[in-house]
């Protein structure tokens, strides 16, 4: 049964990177980030959405489709301080984001998404008990108008009690982008 539903989050996530790839890249990232032990390198890849909330005083919600690629590298693998474990971590999530009628200046972000981690985490005496992971961030950046986006965020990587243990792991994050 593991099997299958590994497949079926892959067919998922295939499925919405195909969908979000179909529609013009508006943008692509990098970050990096270190938290429990762990560091991590992301690549990503943006889809802005149509929709307008909210408007109001030159300000609305809008979001994005976020489609990443990341290589954590844990450093206190089964609590051993000094042994690794190497994870590549896919996922695609849902960003809304708080920003200007002109997509430039400060904005504000949350989101909530899914991910699929290449091995089960066990860093630092932290043990997850599966690959699948929901990932949400709180952020705050800054979109310059030549298109660079600089951004920092708090993110937490848990099953959300799908199974225990559960512990979690925050990592505290810096995002560089451009938009096009």
Not at 34 to 53: I, L, M
Not at 57 to 71: E, P, R, S, V
Not at 145 to 168: E, L, R, T, Y
Request: aromatic fraction near 12%.
């Amino acid at each position: 049964m593991k099997i299958l539903n590994k497949k079926l989050l892959l067919a998922c996530l295939g499925m919405a990177l195909v969908h979000a790839s179909a529609s013009a890249v508006d943008s692509v990232s990098g970050e990096v980030a270190t938290g429990n032990r762990s560091q991590f390198v992301r690549a990503g890849a943006q889809w802005n959405w149509d929709n307008e909330w909210y408007k109001s005083n030159g300000t609305f919600i809008g979001g994005y489709w976020d489609a990443t690629l990341t290589q954590w590298r844990n450093n206190a693998y089964k609590g051993i301080p000094g042994d690794t474990q190497n994870i590549t971590d896919i996922g695609i999530t849902p960003v809304f984001r708080f920003q200007n009628d002109s997509r430039k200046g400060l904005y504000g972000e949350a989101a909530v998404g899914i991910h699929l981690f290449s091995h089960i985490y066990s860093n630092n005496n932290r043990q997850f008990s599966t690959a699948f992971q929901f990932g949400d961030h709180l952020g705050v950046g800054y979109v310059f108008n030549n298109g660079w986006d600089v951004a920092v965020k708090v993110q937490h990587f848990s099953n959300g009690a799908i199974k225990h243990p559960n512990p979690g792991a925050n990592l505290a994050v810096i995002k560089v982008g451009h938009s096009f």
